[in-house]
């Protein structure tokens, strides 16, 4: 609010939009981005959410409203997949309406746009996530296969053309966000999907529900305009006072396959580096998942490929090798997968691994108003310790959050490092939550859209994707 975001003097000016909808949810994503480019006063002057000043003043961007593109979706068309009985097919249909016409225009259109706003009404977020099922009426309807005709390969005498189109839905998960972003991936488009309630409550919830909901009109403004910031291209903030060429990994294991039985899994690595960024490599799908040990493990050669790539993308970028290389998993690493990630580092960088995982087993309490300070290290081991990533801050002169916190267990499992440091950096990475204006995560970054990135991934048959920033994730 004081100094503006940390690439204020690299990220500026008018920037081109997209907004893809009905025409009722186009009107009202320009009417709220209107709003937000002045300024939105808190309601309730006892709650601390700070007031925010509007997008240009804080941010220094502007949104070229004389020039939104815009692409039209038919309120008859999402009526009509609404009533489709089978989940895989409802959505399926639902996320074509948006991504076919977005492709398009990215493949055939010569204006640019900076990043597209996908509007969706409340019939898609409730209808359009996994278990979901529509009400019983005589106008659903029934279009789909059953479970044995959806992965067959035996040719039918008719209706072919159709049967193929119908399987291609069960190819990937039923949940609109993850199916939507995944079949963007290779079109590199970038996209932040906004609900409608979000910003039509006054037109459809009851006043006492305005009353509690525009309490939060500030902080969903700070949160739509930071991360619009960063998918534009630009780092909100930077940490102070980074270590210079060290880099940290976050493991990402997703299972591909339902059945608790089956073993393959897709892995991939989340990057960060000092600034903050990410970056997402994809590896390969294999047999990761032990149902015995309820771990993920690589082979050796995956585990070399996956921090290879790694280690050639901070080159590109630095032109020389990180001095250390932090990766972060919830679970041990074995000895197969460590050779392979040694093997990867050897004569470029020193590597260390980190279990880190979320702990319940006791609290720490204190004669205080307040609970334990967030920043709390309490070692019990050369490399071992407690850390508390939530709690008391005394800059703010109270907590984040009403509970009494639990700490996160810290472990160094492989390689050498003091804990202290370790410790330090991992309190640094929970707060690098580009995708909202948030102070403090309870979980470092590099793990905490680990799973939402797994989901992404697997969210369909053969996602095709390069090496991508972490804004076409999030």
């Known amino acids: 609010m004081l100094f503006g975001p940390f690439d204020q003097m ?21 009417k709220y981005l209107k709003k937000i480019n002045s300024p939105v006063i808190n309601s ?11 997008l240009e003043t804080v941010f220094g961007i502007s949104i070229n409203f004389d020039n939104i593109i815009q692409i039209d979706i038919k309120d008859n068309d999402i009526e009509k997949y609404l009533r489709y009985t089978d989940s895989h097919q409802r959505v399926h249909n639902w996320v074509n309406l948006y991504v076919d016409p977005l492709i398009a225009y990215s493949e055939k259109e010569e204006m640019p746009v900076d990043i597209w706003f996908i509007v969706i009404p409340e019939s898609i977020y409730q209808f359009g996530r996994p278990n979901s099922k529509i009400p019983k009426s005589a106008e659903n309807i029934n279009i789909g296969l059953k479970k044995q005709e959806r992965n067959s390969t035996q040719l039918d005498m008719f209706f072919q053309e159709e049967k193929e189109q119908l399987r291609e839905a069960y190819e ?3 949940n609109f966000h993850n199916q939507l972003k995944a079949k963007i991936l290779s079109a590199k488009i970038v996209t932040q999907i906004i609900r409608e309630s979000k910003i039509t409550y006054r037109d459809i919830f009851s006043q006492k529900q305005i009353e509690e909901e525009q309490k939060f009109d500030t902080s969903k403004a700070w949160n739509i305009s930071n991360t619009l910031y960063y ?6 903030w930077k940490l102070g006072d980074v270590r210079d060429g060290v880099c940290y990994l976050g493991l990402v294991y997703k299972k591909t396959e339902s059945d608790s039985k089956s073993k393959n899994a897709c892995c991939a690595a989340q990057m960060f580096l000092d600034s903050g960024d990410g970056m997402v490599f994809r590896g390969n799908v294999g047999p990761w998942w032990n ?7 690589l082979s050796e050669q995956d585990a070399f490929e996956i921090i290879s790539q790694s280690l050639d993308s901070y080159y590109y970028k630095f032109n020389d090798y990180p001095k250390e290389i932090f990766i972060h998993a919830k679970t041990y690493f074995d ?12 004569g470029k960088s020193q590597i260390i691994g980190v279990r880190i995982k979320e702990n319940s087993a006791f609290k720490i309490y204190r004669h205080s108003s307040y609970c334990v300070p967030r920043g709390t290290m309490m070692q019990y081991d050369n490399s071992k310790a407690f850390l508390w990533t939530k709690g008391f801050v005394p800059r703010f002169k109270t907590q984040i959050g009403l509970e009494t916190p639990n700490p996160i267990d810290i472990a160094i499992t492989r390689g050498n490092a003091d804990i202290d440091t370790v410790c330090k950096d991992i309190l640094s990475l929970t707060k690098l939550n580009y995708n909202a204006c948030i102070y403090g995560d309870g979980v470092p970054v590099t793990l905490k859209f680990a799973d939402s990135i797994g989901e992404i991934l697997t969210a369909g048959k053969d996602i095709k994707t390069g ?6 994730y999030i």
């Not at 000895?335 to 050897?346: D, I, L, P, R």
């Not at 090496?467 to 076409?472: A, D, M, S």
């Open 172 to 174: 990937f998960e039923v």
């Open 10 to 30: 690299r990220v500026r000016g008018v920037k081109n939009i997209g907004i893809i909808g009905t025409k009722k949810l186009r009107e009202q994503m320009i």
């Open 335 to 346: 000895n197969v997968e460590w050779k392979g990630f040694e093997e990867a580092v050897k």
């Open 291 to 297: 149902p015995q040990s309820g771990e993920f493990h």
């Open 467 to 472: 090496v991508l920033p972490f804004k076409h």
């Open 231 to 236: 998918k534009l291209g630009g780092l909100p």
């Open 44 to 54: 309730d002057a006892n709650i601390a959410r700070p007031n925010f000043p509007g």
